[in-house]
């Protein structure tokens, strides 16, 4: 997995690129909490997801109540993380 970073005013995107497992969910979640960002957006419309990942990736973040927003999920990815405890972003 590959992580393009852009910031604009204050937010700060992070581009995933390639395929996120589970033995990525731990420095994906390290390089959100790095961030020195009013807002962290993960963007994974050019990434492929394992399940395993992202639920171990809403487990980290919820742990440290750590807010940040997600777009290019697809909806059962969506209805994982929800059920997980976390909270749909809006706009998603």
């Not at 590959?2 to 994906?28: F, K, P, Q, V, Y």
Request: aromatic share 4%; net charge negative.
């Amino acid at each position: 997995m590959r992580i393009e970073r852009l910031e604009n005013e204050g937010r700060c995107e992070l581009l995933l690129r390639g395929e996120l497992r589970l033995e990525d969910a731990r420095a994906l979640f390290e390089q959100v909490l790095s961030e020195d960002c009013t807002q962290v957006v993960l963007d994974f419309s050019a990434c492929e997801v394992e399940d395993r990942a992202l639920s171990a990736l809403a487990d980290l973040v919820n742990g440290a109540h750590v807010q940040l927003a997600v777009r290019g999920l697809r909806e059962r990815q969506f209805r994982l993380l929800e059920y997980l405890g976390a909270a749909r972003p809006l706009g998603a």
